[in-house]
Structures are given as C-alpha cells and as structure tokens.
C-alpha cells in the first residue's frame, strides 16, 4: 500500500490546479475518507466492499485508466489519418469494426482468451521488476507439451483436458524458469535471454512437429502432429469458438490478483520489484523471488498455448501462433501490470482482431490495420509523458483563452494556425502519390508534411517559432503549386492554402511582436 | 584494470581462433566428402559468399544496435527498423525508378523510425523495451498494410530493380575467392567500412566518448555540459541508419528485388544476438555476424554436399545456435559486458 501513498503525493504535487477539477477531487476525497471511516466497524465482508469501493474514488486508480485511454485515442486517431492516406473511408472501417466485433462477441471473447493469458504472464514477471519478453516461446512449449499429452495417453472426460492443461504450464514453467535462474544466480539479463530461448523454443518446437512427432500420413508437407484425442479436448462453450478456455482465463485473473497482493509471496515479489536492495535488506531473497516469477510468467504463458491448443487447434501446428507472446506484451503495457487491466486489454484487443474481420470484409481495409493500431497504442502507452504533455499544453491553452477574454483575436489567430498547419501536413501527405511529378515535387511536399507538424507542435506550445516555420510552410506551398504547373493537381487550392497560412502566420507574427508580450521560449 | 584489458585481448583472440578451428575441420570433412578439388572450390566459394551475404544486413543492424546501446538505449525494435528500410527500398525504387534513391529512402526511413523511438525513450523517458515493441509491431503492421494499398498483392510485391552488383574480374582465376566475390552488391564492401569507421568514431573522436559517456555514466557527462539527451538521440538515430540500410540489402541487395511480408525473418533478433556475443565492440560485433551468417547458410550448403543429407532434417537446430550461443555466454562462458546505464533514463537531478 506504502507504494499507493507515495504515487499519491507524488501526483499532487505535478497535477494542475485548475478550479473546477481541485474541486471536484477534494469532494471526491472527502467522501472518500468519510468512505473509509465510517466502515471501520463494519463486519468484514462490507467492510472490504467499501474500501474497495473507497479506493474506486481515488486519481491513483483513475490514473492509468485515463491514460490508457488516452492513449487508444491518440492511436485511433492515427490509425484514422493512416487509412485516409492509404485511400479507404477510416469512418466506414471503423463502424464496420465496430459492429462487426459486437455482432459476435464470442469471437471477441475467443481471441481475447490466449491474450489475457500471455498478458497476466508478462504482467506477472513485470511485478517483480523483470521483463519477460520471451513468452512467445513458452507459448510453444506450453502448446507442444498439451499437444504430445493430448494424443498420446488415453484418459478419461473430465481428467484429460486438466492433465493436459497443467503440463502446458509446467512446460512453460520450465522454459520460464530457466532465465530465472540464469538471471538470479549469473545476472544474465532477462530481456536477452528470454527472448533468445524463445526462438530456441520456436524452433526446437518446429523441430519436432516436423521431425520426431510429424503426424505419420500422406500430408507429408505439413509440419504438425496427430490431433489430440477428444477426451483432451476443452469443450466450446458459446457460440462456434469461444472454448472453454476463457474460463480458466478468468481464474487466472482472479489467482494472479489474489497472489500479488494477498499471498507473502505476492508481497515478496513486489517488494523485489519496487527495489531489490531494500528488499533484500529487509530479509527478501531476491533471488529465489525473480526465479519462482519467471516460472509462474512461463506457466502462464504455457497454459495460455495448452488451452489454444486444446480448445482451437486440437493439434500443433508448426507456427501456430500468430504472435501471441509479443502481444502479451502489449495487453500488460495497456492494463498498467494489473491484472484486471490485462483482462480488459485482452478484451480490447480480442475486440480489434474479431473487428479486424469485419473491416476487412465491409470497408476492404487489410487486417494489418489492427497491428498497426496495436503497435501505435504501445507506442503511446509507452510515452506517458507526450499524454502528460499534450494535456498540459492544451490546458495552458485553454487558460489563454479565458486570460485573453477581452482581446481573444491573438488566441484565436494562434489556434487557426494550429488548424491549418496541421491540415497542410495532411493534405501534403496525400500528395505524396502523385509519382509522376518527379522527386523535387515529392520531397517538397514532404517536407511539407513534417514542417507542418513540427509548427502545430510549436505552435501547441505556444512558441512563436512556430509561426515562422508555418511561414515557411506556406512558402513551400507556392513552390509546389508553381512544379505542379499544368499537370493536372488542383493547383488553385494549393495557393489558396498557402494563402491563408502566410496571412494567418504573418498576422500572429505582428500580434506577438507589436503585443509586446512575446510567449517565446515556449512553455 | 590491467587484468580486465588482459581478459578483454584474451576474449578477442580466443573466439576467432575457436571460428577458424571450427570452419577448418568442417572444410576438411567437406573436402573428404566430395573428393573432388573442382566441386571443392566451387562449393568453399559459393559457402563464402552466401556467408557474406546473409551475415552483411545481421552486421549492420547489430553496428545499428551498438550505437544505440552504447549511448545507453536498448533498441529491440531493429527488426521493426531494419522491415521499414526493406519496405520503403522497395517502394521508392518501384516509384523512382532508381535503386539508389530506394537505398536513402531504406536509410531515412529506418532514421525516422529511431527518431520515434529515440522521442519515446530519451524525451519521454518512456520504457525501452515497451517503445520497441511498440516499434516492431508497428512496422511489421504497416509495411504489409502497404504492401497491399500499393501493389494491391498480398505475400510479395512486384519486382524492382536491383542494386547493380560489383563484379571483379582480375580476381576470376582465383579458385575460391574468384566464385565467391565474382557479383556481391557495394553493400557488403560498405558493411566492411562501416565497421572500421563506426570502431574510429567510437573510440577515436569526441563524439565516440560523449556517446559511450552517455551510456556508461551519464552523469558525468551532464557534469561536463554536455547533453546527455542529445547524444543518446544520435545514438539512437544512428542506429536506425544502419538498420535501415541492412533492410534495403535484403530487399534490393540480393536475392529477389521485391519486398515480401515479415521478410527480415527475426534477423534484427539475430543481430541483437551477435551485438551481445561479440561483445557491444564493433570487431567482436563483425565476427560474431560473419559467425552467424555462416551458420545460417550452413543449412543450405549440407543440402549440396550428398552425404550430408541427413543434417538437413536437423536445420532447426543449426538455426538455433545464435540463440543458443547468446544464452550460453550470458550464463558464463563468457563474460559480457553491458554498457552500465543501459535502459536507465536519464534525469537531471535539478528538474525536480
């Protein structure tokens, strides 16, 4: 809890103070605390209840919420302005996503499954300050173990599919384990070795679906072994995909909740995480707790192949998964290492794939689109900063306007700019395929592109460099309507935007400088 | 010190020795395999060469990766890098006409997706290994999401131009040398350059200091007024350069000029591997990649020697090497040393 406190304050102090938000927080706090008083009495099961419910009310908890959304904002409205480049109608392919992902939600459900596995995995391991970035190759031992033990002993309904699944774990367990030790006893870095061992494991998997385990037959080609007897088989629960799998998902999320912040070894390893020499001075063993982490992270991910390959597959198939383990990494960065976070995620991202379908049916966009949604919304996760930043900055911007209230023309000017600087860098970039004009009229309206985006920036923070830049953008666009002279590109409405953003630029430029109160030097 | 220095030379020596002993007897058993001098030859050159093609992309992306982790960057995402370069090779060779003009936008291209990551992870101070993740799935995304909006294919695109070869004449009458550097691309002598001169800016020059400073105790450097920020951006950026370019030999440099889906094929991994095996330097870089470009192409030579046959049912595990040898060395065969602020951002004490 002390790391709770520490976030706390922490985020006081950086959080902007305007009127309405302090207010309505103080509020939320005092309820909050009344919350927390007044259940101090209660019997136990109310009592946690209410302070479960007490900590609901809290920024720390909001927090990465907010900012995971935030940030599949930000991805989508990337993901939109790609697609509009690439020439399909983003609207179209998003509202074909959409309701094709909730017209079928078992299929949501069904690609969520091996997700939030593979997710709790890496989240699991990040608790204790490590990354496992290797859960691809668990995966396949996981898978592999399942498959071997799902056609080669004959047991009973029931026994079966539980054997089955707890020797997909162990196998991961095991092919976790072994960076642990390697990290806990040489210091082998984590990142390295569980990535290496996890295309060790991709291959050696290959190996024996193609060598010693191939299914003896006419397919000769295919690399996969025999298909797993029916009484391994998880039973399909809703709709034609969703197995059964997703139920021992959902245990997991509930087990690996329950072991990280209820169990002492849950305490160890985030104690280890948060800081390994202070842990280790308070009677941790640091060592024993990175080793038995990356264990259970593989067992995870292990069971998360099991139960792909008992519930889908019902057999190895040589390169079966389509990155499920780099995925897993994506799902913990989104679900902030909360397990429960992980499981929205997976959902997240199970919804995107079950959608990706559908787009690609109704609006003809590829599938592809969904990784690249999938790698921007890491991307932004990644950078909690730029999120920070951009809220600060539109903030302060919107403390402008209300500063300026008599005068608004500079503000207003300043936001036109933003406007038409960033519509320049979209328009520039759809002129990136008139091929045909020769280089100088592509590399211009690069450079259109970029320039047009470092202004909005500048300009976002309030610089007044920004305005020159935008100046010189609007230059570029004479150049380029003079190249594309009489070759068929819609030269007159060039002009006119360069037009408006010379006079938009050279208008701000004499307001900051005459206004005598420069804003340069930014934020 | 003096001891450390004399492990560091022993560790130099020792592993292109054990190379050298390893490839030599495997010559000998392929000489008493096929007992022929003539086929001998011509399979030794063919052996070269494919070793120094598929071991020139695995050296400049794992160079790529030395300049940005010796500034203190991990950069995992040099797959994603090293697909971009390929992709956008291929594209403005297709649009352009000229492979030339393809292999700067294969640079660029790679440059200003480091830059990304640079933003995220020196700017940001955001996770390393989270950015480049985000790197790789974002590449690997968007290249086939091209693919498919520009040539309206859906594994492999159409074929471009190729980057002329250079062909050496005077070295034709040499048995094995004259086969095996008959038509190898520019690429490959530049790879070799690019060794030599990343070595010089990396030890030689100021900016080789500042950027190791950077990435073994940057507060020092922050001590001395220099940006600490600045130097681990160029890091980082360079490393996509370099990556970049090791995407356009594989599109554009040999083998069919096109660009195919996920066509790196885990080599910005492998190239990760041969930056920690060789050691983060750039020669123990250049042996290691030469190492596990040989090793991939020893998969495919087996296949031309008749009594070997057999190993090919075992290709996964000659595949599995580099992987295997990195984890290997971590374990303690070897000692490796990381540069020691690696993946720690850096923060200015006064910001706060």
């Known amino acids: 809890m002390s790391e709770d406190n520490l976030q706390d304050i922490g985020d006081q102090s950086d959080e902007p103070q305007t009127g309405l938000v302090s207010k309505i927080r103080a509020n939320l706090e005092r309820i909050r605390i009344n919350l927390v008083d007044s259940a101090e009495d209660a019997p136990g099961l109310i009592k946690s209840i209410v302070l479960t419910t007490a900590k609901l009310l809290t920024w720390t908890f909001w927090k990465p919420v907010v900012w995971a959304l935030f940030s599949v904002i930000l991805a989508v409205i990337t993901s939109a302005v790609i697609m509009e480049i690439s020439g399909y109608n983003s609207y179209v392919a998003f509202s074909a996503l959409i309701n094709g992902a909730l017209r079928q939600f078992d299929r949501v459900l069904f690609f969520a499954t091996p997700l939030i596995l593979t997710g709790l995995s890496v989240a699991f391991v990040f608790k204790s300050g490590l990354f496992n970035i290797g859960a691809e190759g668990q995966l396949y031992m996981g898978s592999m173990a399942a498959a071997i033990l799902g056609y080669i002993i004959p047991l009973p309904y029931g026994v079966h599919p539980l054997v089955c699944l707890a020797t997909g774990a162990l196998a991961g367990a095991l092919w976790g384990f072994l960076p642990g030790l390697l990290k806990a006893y040489r210091g082998a870095h984590e990142v390295v070795t569980t990535m290496m061992l996890s295309y060790t494991a991709i291959l050696f998997t290959q190996w024996l679906a193609a060598g010693p385990l191939k299914e003896p037959g006419e397919y000769q080609w295919n690399a996969q072994t025999t298909r797993i007897l029916e009484t391994a088989e998880l039973p399909t629960i809703w709709g034609n995909y969703l197995h059964a799998g997703f139920l021992v998902a959902i245990v997991c999320v509930f087990v690996v909740a329950f ?17 390994e020499t202070a842990a280790e001075t308070a009677g941790i063993n640091p060592k024993k707790n990175m080793a038995l982490s990356l264990a259970i992270g593989g067992g995870l991910a292990g069971l998360a192949g099991a139960s792909e390959v008992q519930g889908n597959l019902h057999r190895f198939y040589n390169s079966w998964s389509p990155g499920l383990g780099f995925d897993g990494i994506t799902v913990a960065v989104l679900g902030n290492n909360n397990p429960f976070g992980c499981f929205l995620a997976a959902i997240f991202f199970g919804f995107l794939r079950a959608g990706g379908n559908a787009m690609h049916q109704q609006a003809h966009v590829p599938i592809e689109m969904v990784s690249v949604m999938q790698g921007l919304v890491v991307l932004f996760v990644a950078a909690p900063r730029l999120i920070q930043w951009i809220a600060d900055q539109s903030l302060d911007y919107g403390k402008w306007f209300s500063v300026e209230k008599a005068r608004p023309i500079q503000p207003i000017v300043f936001a036109l700019s933003m406007a038409i600087a960033l519509y320049g860098a979209y328009f520039s970039f759809s002129l990136l395929g008139e091929t045909q004009l020769g280089l100088t009229f592509i590399g211009i309206s690069a450079a259109i592109s970029i320039l047009g985006i470092v202004a909005f920036v500048l300009l976002l923070a309030r610089n007044w460099r920004g305005l020159i830049v935008s100046l010189i953008v609007s230059m570029c666009w004479f150049a380029l309507a003079v190249i594309g002279m009489g070759s068929g590109v819609d030269i007159g409405f060039m002009i006119l935007v360069g037009l408006v953003q010379a006079v938009l630029s050279v208008l701000s430029l ?3 400088k005459g206004g005598g109160q420069s804003k340069g030097g930014g934020a | 010190m003096e001891s450390s220095m004399k492990r560091s030379l022993r560790r130099d020596v020792v592993m292109p020795v054990v190379l050298l002993a ?31 093609q598929s071991a020139t992309p695995l050296i400049l992306a794992a160079l790529g990766g030395m300049f940005s982790e010796k500034s203190g960057v991990v950069n995992i995402g040099l797959e994603g890098m090293m697909l971009i370069g390929a992709f956008a090779a291929v594209a403005a060779t297709y649009f352009l006409y000229d492979p030339w003009i393809g292999l700067l936008a294969a640079v660029l291209a790679g440059g200003v997706l480091a830059a990304v990551h640079a933003i995220i992870c020196v700017k940001m101070k955001g996770n390393h290994i989270v950015s480049g993740t985000g790197i790789i799935l974002f590449a690997a995304g968007f290249t086939t999401l091209m693919l498919e909006v520009i040539w309206d294919r859906k594994g492999i695109s159409e074929q471009v131009t190729a980057l002329p070869t250079v062909s050496m004449p005077f070295l034709r009458d040499i048995p094995i040398i004259g086969v095996a550097f008959d038509n190898l691309s520019p690429i490959v002598y530049l790879t070799f350059v690019l060794v030599i001169v990343s070595w010089y800016v990396m030890y030689r020059t100021p900016f080789g200091l500042r950027l190791r400073a950077a990435g073994e105790d940057p507060s020092t450097l922050d001590a001395a007024g220099i940006s600490v920020e600045k130097y681990r951006f160029f890091g980082v950026v360079i490393s996509g350069l370099l990556a970049g370019l090791g995407g356009a030999y594989i599109s554009i440099g040999f083998g069919l000029p096109a660009f195919g889906k996920q066509m790196t094929a885990g080599r910005g991994f492998i190239a990760l591997a041969a930056l920690i095996f060789g050691n983060w330097s750039p020669l123990g870089l250049l042996i290691a990649g030469l190492f596990f470009g040989f090793l991939d192409t020893l998969q495919y030579f087996v296949g031309f020697v008749p009594a070997w046959g057999w190993v090919q049912s075992y290709s996964q595990f000659l595949q599995m090497m580099p992987f295997v040898l990195v984890v290997l060395a971590l374990a303690g065969i070897r000692k490796s040393v990381p540069p020691k602020a690696i993946a720690v951002p850096y923060e200015k004490e006064a910001k706060a």
Do not use: C, P, Q
Request: glycine letters at 6%; zero cysteines; proline letters at 0%.
């Open chain 1, 259 to 275: 072991i990280l912040n209820r169990t002492v070894m849950g305490y160890e390893m985030r104690a280890v995480g948060l800081n």
């Open chain 1, 510 to 512: 004499l307001l900051v």
């Open chain 2, 22 to 52: 390893i490839i030599t007897i495997l010559l000998k058993l392929t000489y008493d395999a096929v007992d022929d001098v003539e086929t001998f030859y011509s399979l030794t050159g063919w052996l070269l060469e494919a070793t120094l």
